[in-house]
């Protein structure tokens, strides 16, 4: 009898070659897993006889939506991180949580080996594997596209359809997609040429803009202490609230990213993504976190979410790095309370409005009108000291000048 591999499993083109792969090559009997977080009944119906079709002792699959939102895109939404200036991270976030279900089922069959199907290219073989680091190192690791003499998804295609194994890849249409209840990415085919412009018939979570309704829609998203908890007043769970937000605003054609971004090997790679309900949540957050935080305290999230973008793209989340940001992020998020109202219209949207028990905010300060709590002299002072370093600057100059002048002159 072989060694028992647990391979991470999603039923397409690359993960249905490593299945046989192994038999032959390790001689392994695979154990597959598949993670549930939100990719749709497209890609988990008939996974299981799927994968023992292909060779494998058997498929587990389990539903990890609850623990996907609440416990790693809620917290990155938190901390504000976007990377590569427009990117939402949806793959970069699922990818710890189904790693850390792939190994706990390797340590409860008794496995001695992981595998996954990541290309040597991306970013994903770096996320899956410093998660089996961390959280079982004394476990191999096999990554077929590092050791295997297939060069690319042609050559896959072939192998897999001499075994018999069907697949949604051709190709004519040899894209990569990779969905989850946050977001779907498209890379590969024509999309490799940033260039050109993404074929319309690649979405899968976003109308077109152009035909979206005539009409906006006005959503309201309540928070409370920097996480999301109703939509128009009404409460809702965490994965139930993500699908409500990404109807609506996929209805509208809201949440379309095209993005050159730098993959962490070093090359830059060309992504297109949708993430309708969590650009309403990051606009929606960041307006509120507007209303509530100090300005150093808004300085000091900015920073911190640009830490945070790269730690989840880098794969850096099971680390004491992530734990120390968490908790700073929930140090800011104490006071992000409140609800924001966003129009949505055509691909666009717009703040229609914002409140909050702990809004900064206060009329009797800011207006242009009579106001009793408003000084105005005393600014006078404020900008003397302001400025000081300035006019010290600026006199020694001229003192310096009046030396050279009369230097000159001598």
């Not at 040597?120 to 004394?138: C, H, I, M, S, W």
């Not at 509208?252 to 790679?269: T, W």
């Not at 309708?276 to 150093?296: F, I, K, M, N, S």
Request: charged letters at 25%.
């Amino acid at each position: 009898m072989g060694p028992l591999v647990v391979l991470a499993y999603s039923g397409g083109l690359d993960t249905s070659a490593i299945v046989p792969w192994l038999r032959e090559q390790y001689g392994a009997r695979v154990l597959c897993f598949a993670a549930d977080v939100g990719q749709g009944s497209g890609e988990l119906g008939g996974l299981v006889d799927k994968a023992k079709r292909s060779g494998a002792v058997d498929c587990v699959v389990e539903d990890l939506r609850e623990e996907f939102v609440r416990d790693f895109v809620f917290p990155t939404l938190r901390a504000g991180a976007v990377y590569a200036r427009t990117y939402l991270l949806g793959t970069g976030m699922a990818r710890p949580v189904m790693a850390a279900h792939q190994v706990a089922l390797a340590q409860r069959a008794g496995a001695r080996a992981l595998a996954h199907g990541c290309t040597g290219k991306g970013n994903d073989q770096v996320r899956f594997e410093l998660t089996y680091a961390a959280l079982a190192p004394e476990l191999q690791v096999i990554a077929p596209w590092r050791e295997w003499e297939f060069h690319g998804r042609e050559d896959l295609i072939a192998y897999v359809k001499a075994k018999g194994i069907p697949v949604q890849a051709t190709l004519e249409k040899p894209y990569s997609t990779d969905r989850n209840l946050w977001h779907c990415s498209h890379e590969g085919g024509i999309l490799e040429d940033p260039s050109k412009q993404p074929p319309e018939h690649i979405f899968v979570m976003t109308r077109d803009p152009l035909e979206a309704p005539e009409l906006p829609a006005v959503v309201e998203i309540g928070f409370e202490e920097g996480t999301p908890v109703a939509v128009d007043r009404v409460p809702l769970g965490p994965v139930e609230l993500l699908e409500t937000l990404n109807a609506v605003a996929g209805e509208h054609g809201v949440g379309r990213a095209d993005v050159v971004e730098d993959r962490l090997v070093g090359m830059k790679s060309r992504g297109v993504y949708e993430t309708p309900g969590g650009t309403l949540l990051h606009a929606a957050h960041r307006e509120l976190e507007q209303l509530v935080l100090d300005r150093r305290t808004l300085r000091l999230k900015d920073e911190l979410a640009l830490r945070y973008a790269d730690l989840v793209y880098d794969g850096r989340w099971w680390t004491p790095e992530r734990e120390a940001l968490d908790a700073a992020v929930l140090s800011t998020q104490k006071r992000v309370t409140g609800t924001v109202r966003l129009k949505l219209y055509k691909g666009g949207l717009a703040v229609a409005g914002r409140e909050s028990p702990y809004a900064l905010y206060q009329p009797s300060y800011a207006t242009f009108g009579k106001d009793n709590v408003y000084d105005q002299r005393d600014a006078d002072g404020f900008i003397h000291l302001y400025g000081l370093s300035l006019r010290i600057g600026a006199g020694l100059d001229a003192a310096r000048q009046q030396r050279e002048v009369g230097a000159a002159a001598d």
